[in-house]
């Protein structure tokens, strides 16, 4: 009798797990006069079958010999039979029978066994699935189950429905003989397509328990599916998006089939063969000739995929480079040749500092002379760069300029010797006569291929002051008269730096004309009082032209005590002095002048 049509009935159940106690209380009040009671199970063919016996009067409980109930039985006071350890042949239909001297009772119980079953598992998996081909992908297994449950698979929590020569299930429901239980397999036999690659299989038991339906799941198995090759890519791998000469290109081809396909052809410009490898392709330190279209396909040729692939390449050509000598006021043309694969940025770099012009040399000069470098960068590609210098050396012969003036304290005298020349030349002062030489200068810093190399003098007597530049290419000579510090004379002035000449506008000159036009007119002033005062008074001229003539040596740093010396002495020394006094001497017309007058008063006063 099925459980719904027990409980339609509306007999008395006691629902019990398999294994544990069944307790079944006598449906029965207990009547007064109650003698004993017992209990009994009914045989499938009626027949019933005494198993617990208890007297009410002398509190004695006796059990029958029936061996599946033998030392599991237990029969309270009250009359509720306990059966240890339920089994599946404890089901049946039990009867609680109270007997008095005028009645006897009886009130049946039915008792149902539940047994879930284990969780399922599905067993004799197939190693692979290969597609467009119906294959067993396994068997779905739960064990111990009462009552009998049913199996469903499922593919990516979804229920699979049989589908003829794609999806068939066989279920096989196995009961053991000594224990009842049943054992439920279900095979899945399926035809997988590309799409169940990573498809989740399994299988969920549904059964009865004391409280209803329950279901069970099953771990998922994803199955390895086995597909043809339907399509070929080829992939550059780079570490950068463009590629330049002296990188190394891997080139790897690859097929959508499972497993993907181990070995390709590759073909490479220029080849006409297909080179077969690998699905990766690695070429080494490639040049501008590997720019071009690459391939690859299955070694049967079936299949092909192409990509074009471009080396950019930077060449530049400095004309001239290295180190180069020229010679001041050379021309020297420069050149910077690029060549690319894409457009470039070229830009100058002298001696650290960006220029703004490519450098162009019609007419060289010692300021050209530097470290020039002609770099050029490729646009989008990453550390594609070159760069050439050119090491400029701008030689020169010492060329000398000297200038006087005398100081604004009116007790000492500046002369500056102004030299130009690379490599920078030496400067020796001398004293022209005596030849001695003066150590006591200072030097400007050298730019350019310019310096200046000053002294400042205090003459008592007129002298001639020869500077000499030396370099490597030749040694140039140039002299210059100094009057003594009484005599006034024509003051030259300093050469200006090329930055301050720069600066001078046409106002800066106007003023220095006519400052010097002013000087002019003091100086004829004081030339023409002087020859006044000379005729006025002669004895005191006689005084300092002569004087005693025991000295040999020009004084320029006179001390305000010193003895033994007379403008006598000066202008006979003066007038010994050699006349090869550079071009700016003989400009010197004030000077000249001024001498023949000393050597006339000189020998007037000898006479």
Known sequence: ????????????????????????????????????????????????????????????????????????????????????????????????????????????????????????????????????????????????????????????????????????????????????????????????????ADAKFSCIVTYYGPSGQKTIQSEPIVFDVHYPTEKVTIQVLSQSRTIKEGDNITLKCSGNGNPPPQEFLFYIPGETEGIRSSDTYVMTDVRRNATGEYKCSLTDKSMMDSTTITVHYLDLQLTPSGEVTKQIGEALPVSCTISSSRNATVFWIKDNTRMQTSPSFSSLQYQDAGNYVCETTLQEV??????????????????????????????????????????????????????????????????????????????????????IAENELERTVTSMNVSAISIPEYDEPEDRTDDNSEKVNDQAKLIVGIVVGLLLVALVAGVVYWLYVKKSKPAVHSYFLNPPLNSNSTNLYPQSDAKGKSEKAAAQNFASLPRTASKHVDKDLGNIEENKKLEENNHKSET
């Not at 059966?83 to 009886?106: G, H, P, Q, W, Y």
């Not at 760069?387 to 400029?392: I, Y």
């Open 382 to 467: 990453e550390g594609l760069r070159k760069r050439q210098t050119l090491k400029l050396i701008v030689e020169g012969k010492p060329q000398i300029k000297m200038t006087k003036k005398t100081n604004t304290n009116k007790m000492s005298k500046t002369i500056i010797c102004h030299v130009e020349g690379f490599p920078k030349p030496a400067v020796q002062w001398t004293v022209t006569g005596t030849g001695s030489i003066i150590n006591k200068t200072e030097e400007t810093k050298y730019v350019n291929g310019k310096f200046a190399s000053k002294i400042i003098i205090a003459p008592e007597e007129n002298v001639t002051l020869t500077c």
């Open 1 to 196: 009798m099925a459980l719904e049509d027990i409980q339609a009935l509306g007999l008395y159940t006691v629902n019990a797990i398999y294994g544990d106690t069944i307790i079944m209380p006598c449906p029965l009040e207990v009547p007064e006069g109650l003698m004993f009671g017992k209990w009994k199970y009914e045989m499938p063919n009626g027949s019933p079958v005494f198993i617990a016996f208890r007297s009410s009067t002398k509190k004695s409980v006796q059990y029958d010999d029936v061996p599946d109930y033998k030392d599991r039985l237990s029969l309270s006071e009250n009359y509720t039979l306990s059966i240890k350890n339920a089994r599946i042949s404890d089901e049946k239909r039990f009867v609680c029978m109270l007997v008095t001297e005028d009645d006897v009772s009886e009130e049946p119980t039915i008792v149902k066994v539940f047994k879930q079953p284990s969780q399922p598992e599905i067993l004799h998996q197939a190693d692979l699935l290969e597609t467009e081909k119906l294959q067993m992908l396994g068997e779905c297994v739960a064990r111990d189950s009462y009552p009998e449950g049913n199996v469903t698979w499922y593919k990516n929590g979804r229920i699979l429905q049989p589908v003829e020569d794609v999806v068939v299930i066989n279920l096989q429901k196995i009961v053991d003989r000594s224990t009842g239980l049943f054992t439920m397999t279900s095979s899945l036999q399926y035809m997988p397509t590309k799409e169940d």
